[in-house]
């Protein structure tokens, strides 16, 4: 093979269910970045993030519907959900004002002082 993945496996389940608050936020993230920057791509980010909310709903009811044994933790889920939303009304623009600090705080001008 030429591709080696790494996963880590969480040992705890809150780590788990932060992870899925992480993805949620990163992804809804960077598309309202996509959404805001890029005018000819607006309606493919828009149809994503529509069906990012779609694939919550149905993921945890597939398996009822299917009539399989174990369903997908709602809280994880919700987790995820949660974490889009923060994506969504302004984790990038967070994101951006943090690196600005930062960039200000170690500016060559600040490091000459």
Known sequence: PRLLIYHRYRREYRELRYQM????L??????????RTDA??????GRAIL??????????VAPLVRKRVRPWPLD??????VGCIVGLLG???????????I?????PQELAQ
Do not use: D
């Open 51 to 60: 069906m990012e909310f779609v694939r919550m709903v149905y993921f945890p």
């Open 26 to 35: 990163a992804s809804m993230a960077f598309l309202a970045k996509c959404y």
């Open 40 to 45: 000819s791509q607006r309606s493919r980010c």
């Open 103 to 107: 960039r200000r705080q170690y500016s």
């Open 21 to 24: 608050w992480t993805w949620g």
């Open 76 to 81: 994880l889920t919700l987790a995820e959900l």
């Open 91 to 101: 984790a990038y623009g967070r994101s951006q004002r943090r690196v600005e600090r």
